[in-house]
């Protein structure tokens, strides 16, 4: 699986007078420091901070007078380093920072955005259309940087986000991926999402949590609903509470059970070393995760991100014992665990991925795209979809070659942070390089700030 446009920066190009640089090489990067820019702005995550302070470098010494951060690398490190920060979604704030009329709720464009999903087994990987309904969250787990990093949860309008799956429609995409923080948060706003999705006869999944699916179940998969992703997080009980999840354990297990016999697909995002965890505790929660029929578990490392909450309390307990920021990635232990050594906490994670991912799991996967499609009984309907999907979306082929023939050469390594395969100066040509894999991007504005108050330079582009 693999997402072609980085929903971010996709929404900042359709909503503001800019063009992307998604994924840029090296040499693109240096092509556009070449226009001598006035301003760099980067969109990055904390472990890329080492590559982005590189890249800083080249913009100061191209003569940029003004440098931007965004994304959560920007909200939690380097003080000092950038000349503003945007945290959350930036259409609006950067609208206001270049002087441009105001970008609300009720204006916002919602661009069109693809994933992809495919096997070795067959040639043509399957589109789906990307979409949000709502941005934020309000629950308050304190392992998550997002409610701060995004404010107060907010919908997207119903206008918009019809376009939206409309043009998905015409351009021949069958399945639609949902990836709000957390769908249904508005509950009313989300039914009428799911009404419109049923209403083009759309197959979904959902980003959502555990108590919400639940309350939903019926009625989302009635009208479409595939699969999900879920944060499960732990199977142990005292390590949800102690984390503020505000989920139930049993409840997990029973959603995973009732996803099992509706043959849905599930993506769950599971947490290792919470402070109660042992390496015994995890090896059996481990194998108790792998007896539910879930398709693709991210397995991470509990890392104290800076600005939560868990931060402050393992810091004042336990004690941080890797400042490198190349390390919070979510597959290193770097704090002092009262019970796993970071070298254990290494094995487990490897261990963990090669007890929850096999080809005969994967096959599992695609029959239930083939066969059941959501559904308790095989049938043709999933085949019809997979099919009119490749038939209708043979556009949508020709213009994402490039980006489909990188995914498919990315997944011959699998998935490593940059930090992991390169060292020194040659990270920075293994991230910059081209489909180097989500995480770093650099951002064009053709747009001419009319307000010298916030650039000092001038008129000219921004990237």
């Not at 359709?14 to 693109?28: F, H, M, R, S, V």
């Not at 090669?354 to 308790?376: E, I």
């Not at 043709?380 to 020709?398: E, P, T």
Request: with cysteine; charged share 20%; aromatic share 10%.
């Amino acid at each position: 699986m693999s997402f072609l446009n980085h929903p971010g920066l996709s929404f900042l190009e359709a909503n503001l007078p800019c063009t992307i640089l998604e994924y840029p090489d090296l040499e693109q990067y240096r092509a556009a420091l070449s226009t001598r820019p006035d301003i760099v702005g980067f969109s990055f995550y904390i472990n890329e901070t080492e590559l982005v302070l590189k890249m800083v470098d080249m913009a100061r010494r191209a003569g940029v007078k003004e440098v931007w951060a965004g994304n959560y690398g920007g909200y939690s490190s380097l003080e000092g380093v950038f000349d503003r920060t945007v945290n959350g979604w930036g259409e609006a704030k950067v609208a206001s920072l270049l002087d441009l009329p105001p970008i609300t709720a009720d204006n916002l464009i919602h661009p069109e955005m693809y994933g992809v999903i495919g096997t070795n087994l067959f040639p043509k990987m399957l589109f789906s259309g990307l979409l949000f309904t709502s941005r934020g969250c309000p629950w308050t787990c304190n392992f998550c940087q997002t409610p701060d990093f995004y404010g107060k949860a907010a919908k997207i309008s119903l206008e918009a986000i019809e376009k939206a799956i409309w043009t998905y429609h015409r351009r021949g995409v069958t399945g639609i991926n949902i990836l709000d923080e957390n769908f249904g948060t508005f509950a009313s706003h989300s039914r009428e999402v799911v009404d419109l999705l049923h209403r083009y006869n759309m197959r979904w999944i959902a980003l959502t949590r555990v108590d919400t699916l639940l309350k939903n179940f019926d009625y989302w998969q009635a009208r479409g609903l595939f699969g999900a992703h879920l944060g499960i997080e732990s199977l142990n009980q005292g390590s949800l509470s102690g984390a503020t999840k505000k989920i139930s354990q049993l409840d997990s297990s029973r959603l995973l059970e009732r996803m099992k016999r509706q043959h849905m697909f599930v993506q769950a995002f599971y947490i290792l070393g919470f402070e109660q965890d042992t390496v015994q505790s995890i090896r059996d929660d481990i194998e108790r995760l792998a007896a539910f029929d879930i398709d693709v578990v991210q397995v991470q490392v509990l890392t104290p991100f800076p600005n939560t909450e868990q931060r402050s309390l393992i810091e004042a307990k336990y004690g941080i014992s890797n400042t490198n920021l190349s390390k919070y990635n979510a597959r290193n232990l770097v704090w002092n665990h009262p019970h796993i050594s970071a070298e254990d906490m290494r094995e487990l994670q490897h261990w963990a991925n090669k007890k929850l991912s096999s080809s005969r799991r994967a096959l599992r996967t695609l029959a239930k795209f083939a066969l059941f499609c959501g559904n308790q009984k095989p049938g043709l309907q999933g085949a019809n979809l997979v099919m009119r999907s490749w038939a209708g979306s043979a556009g949508l082929h020709k213009t994402y070659a490039r980006n489909v023939a990188a995914a498919r050469e990315w997944t011959k390594t699998g998935w490593y942070p940059y930090e992991e395969v390169a060292h020194g100066e040659s990270a920075t040509r293994a991230l910059i390089q081209e489909s180097a894999g989500p995480g770093l991007h650099a951002i064009r504005f053709a747009s001419e700030p009319r307000n010298s108050k916030h650039i000092q330079a001038a008129p000219g582009h921004l990237i």
